[in-house]
């Protein structure tokens, strides 16, 4: 009997928690320490081989995506539409965690000098508009490899057929790149099972404990947002059914929640979106690497709940006022984030200082990071995947 490759990840994953709970909660960690190192080594190989096919990945298919748009003239309502979907559903989730936090205020009344040894350890590196923009144009960003591939894309259309063989090179290279990800995704359920059992065996209990109102708050409005906003967004525009959207993009999801990459888990999302929903290649090329990149309501919206709660935990008062540039900077720092683990972490010090908080405080948002961005990137993931059916159903021709 053949199983399945969906169901060989679910059994991995479901393992992968089993044996987290055990070695890291239930075993002395002398015993346990040889056996996460070999989980470690499995996991790292398993992300580092993902990471490995992402810039030729983004690269082929943003080129051809952009080329095979423009020629088939479909690409005048793409921009747009794709621009007007990303704005839109970020400033909602900035905002959806904005009001919940408002309204339960996790962090009021905890002890700060809880954290002190976290915060006072911490080196701050100032991260201001400026530092921003170096960090957008570094050449080691791959934001810098969209801007190339878009041009690239763009000059192929330029020049027509005298870089006709240069087009038909970049999409049979584009085909090899997910024929090595469907070889790569053969390792997926040993892969998913190894993060996942470092990820729960590491997990610092006492600290989730103490933190547990903010968690729970952080998770319930970003499932709110994966759950409500988006699925009926996706319903109104689409009339896809959100239910058989989610069956579609299982795959992606779970591999989303265990890498916590949005990069890593586009050669999924590509091939769910495509052989599942159907979805205009030409299309999907150009929307989900771009949105993988640029698109992540999750992180918008977890930068935005954590800088509140870092106010309330100093006791200071965020006005109205102050509370828009937070969720305006949470929304350009989730740009700025580059769809690896913790990526948000770095933009989240931008977060703090537009308004004046402590960004030693980001000390205390790292040590609970790895078990939230699971849920951010799978809600970033499905942000993009959407985006792909309503860019399809408005500019697709
Ligand atoms: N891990 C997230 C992603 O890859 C980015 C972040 O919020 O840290 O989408």
């Known amino acids: 009997m053949k199983i399945s490759l969906n169901t060989q990840i679910l059994f991995g994953a479901s393992l992968g928690v089993t044996f987290g709970i055990i070695l890291g909660h239930y075993t002395p960690s002398q015993a346990a320490s040889p056996y996460l190192s070999a989980f470690d080594l499995l996991g790292k190989i398993f992300i580092n081989l993902l990471k490995m096919i992402m810039v030729p990945l983004v690269f082929t298919s943003i080129t051809a995506g952009i080329a095979n748009l423009i020629n088939s003239s479909q690409s005048r309502r793409v921009w747009p539409t794709l621009i007007f979907y990303s704005l839109t559903t970020t400033a909602l989730a900035g905002i959806t965690g904005l009001i919940a936090m408002n309204f339960i205020k996790p962090g009021v009344g905890l002890d700060v000098h809880l954290f002190k040894d976290k915060t006072n350890t911490f080196q701050v590196h100032s991260f201001n508009i400026h530092d921003f923009a ?233 040590a609970i990071d790895r078990p939230l961005d699971t849920i951010r990137t799978v809600v970033n993931v499905e942000g993009d995947c959407i985006g792909a059916c309503v860019v399809q159903k408005i500019a697709g021709s």
Request: contains cysteine.
């Open 134 to 366: 170096n960090h957008l144009m570094n050449p080691n960003n791959i934001l810098t490899v969209v801007l190339l591939a878009v041009l690239t894309g763009i000059t192929l259309v330029v020049l027509g057929e005298k870089s006709r063989t240069a087009l038909k090179l970049i999409n049979e290279f584009f085909e090899i790149m997910m024929t090595i990800v469907r070889w790569i995704m053969r390792l997926a359920p040993l892969g998913i099972m190894a993060l996942l059992t470092k990820l729960v065996a590491q997990a610092n209990v006492p600290l989730l404990y103490v933190l547990s109102k903010y968690i729970l708050v952080v998770v319930g409005t970003t499932l709110f947002h994966g759950l409500i906003t988006l699925p009926i967004i996706l319903w109104l525009i689409t009339r896809i059914s959100p239910w058989k959207f989610f069956l579609a993009m299982k795959e992606a999801f779970i591999t989303a929640f265990s890498t916590s990459s949005s990069t890593a888990t586009l050669p999924i999302s590509l091939r769910c979106v495509t052989e599942n929903l159907k979805i205009d290649a030409a299309i999907a090329r150009f929307v989900l690497p771009v949105g993988a990149i640029l698109n992540m309501d999750g992180t918008a919206m977890y930068e935005a709940m954590a800088a509140l709660f870092v106010a309330n935990l100093c006791g200071a008062h965020l006005t109205l006022v102050s509370q828009i540039v937070v969720v305006f900077t949470a929304m350009m720092a989730s740009i700025g984030a580059p769809g690896i683990p913790s990526a948000g972490m770095v933009t989240m010090i931008m977060v703090l200082q537009s308004v004046g908080l402590p960004a030693q405080a980001v000390a205390i948002l790292i």
